[in-house]
């Protein structure tokens, strides 16, 4: 519920910023505003996690994002819309979702045995990725009735899952509450540091992703290239999630049991292929079928480093550890849209992805040479 409402409420704003600025670069914006707090808050955040009730700190995440959207709601119904008071809305859920992302991620491994964490993840991508499709497809269509209607579902949702998240019962073990101390807020950063397997598949995804972020140019694609409305955005930002929905599907049923670190590389460089085909594509078809291409692909290295990150670390650092995960997938996310706008506003939209494709490309091929561990990684099993 969480991910649908953000999913929605990511498919408002970006067309609502377009209809205001019809600016590349002030959609780029929008992926900094989420950011920023992200980045600032995230040695805070970790800490947080492992000291505190991880599904009690979801929760109040949430009731905070269903109030943000509330807001612009009301901002919605009474006509005082903006582009500031959208950017300061994505600031705020930023900030939230710095908090949720590790603490959610970190309740993961206390679910289930380690021998069945691969095909826990690939479950729990694909059911993020199932609400990742519902997002946007209702955002798009919700948001052709009016954006009073997606922003009020979008509260709801929010709320939603504040209540679903606070009814999960778990037997946590208690965990030792360390002294707030600047050694113990960087730990995590140490932590990753002397694991080069995790350091590496981290940095992938990060300039991988960072370089590929085409889905922040959507909305322009959308509009002035392949000349569709609300509904074709809300399809085509559904697509990656539909490809990626089945690539978890079937890790899921079939995991990679050996030359993990090999299927690592050789689906960043297919997410690169893929996103050079759809910046070449002006057929709304073709488009699809790419961006499906590319969440399939991507969701290869979400399996593999989640599953890396949470069976090499102990239960007691999952919070800081998952806080740096998720500061390395909000920069990859949101200030690689931030790039995407920046560059399509210099060279055009179109040119700004193929540069993306080509240069996801390049650093696997360089990561490949950087990082031999992670290369030769076999398996996934605990």
Known sequence: MSSVAFQMMSVAIGWQIYSITHSAFALGLVGLAQFLPMFVLTLVVGHVADRYDRRTIAFVCQMIEGVAALVLCVGAWHGW????????????????????????????????????LQHATAWSTSANQTAQILGPALGGLLYGI?????????A??????????????????VRMRAPLS?????????????????????????????????TALLPVFAHDILHTGPWGLGVLRA???????AGSIWLAHFPLRQRAGTALF??????????????????????????????????????VRMSLVQLQTPDEMRGRVGAINS?????????????????????????????????????????????PALRATRSLEG
Not at 158 to 166: D, N, P, Q, Y
Not at 268 to 296: D, P, R
Not at 337 to 343: A, D, L, N
Request: proline residues 3%.
């Open 81 to 116: 819309q903006s582009a500031g008071l959208i950017y300061a809305i994505a600031m705020i859920t930023g900030a939230a979702r710095a908090f949720e992302s590790p603490s959610m991620a970190a309740l993961l491994p206390n679910l289930i045995p380690r021998t069945q």
């Open 146 to 154: 009016g954006a009073l209607s997606v922003y009020g579902v979008v």
């Open 156 to 173: 709801c949702a929010f709320l939603a899952a504040g209540v679903l998240v606070a009814s999960i019962r778990i037997d946590e073990a």
């Open 182 to 214: 600047f050694e113990a807020l960087f730990s995590g950063i140490a932590f990753i540091r002397r694991k080069p397997v995790i350091l590496g598949a981290l940095s992938l995804d990060l300039f991988a992703v960072l370089l590929g972020g085409a």
């Open 239 to 245: 697509a990656p999630a539909a490809g990626a929905l």
């Open 266 to 303: 050789a689906g960043v460089i297919a997410f690169g292929l893929a996103t050079i085909v759809f910046g070449l594509s002006t057929n709304i078809y073709l488009s699809m079928v790419s961006l499906a291409a590319l969440g399939a692909s991507d969701v290869i290295s979400v399996v």
């Open 327 to 371: 500061l390395f997938i909000g920069t990859s996310n949101q200030l690689g849209e931030f790039e995407s706008g920046m560059t399509a506003g210099l060279f055009g939209a179109v040119p700004a992805v193929l540069i993306g494709g080509l240069g996801t490309i390049a650093v696997a091929m360089l990561w490949i040479r950087l990082f």
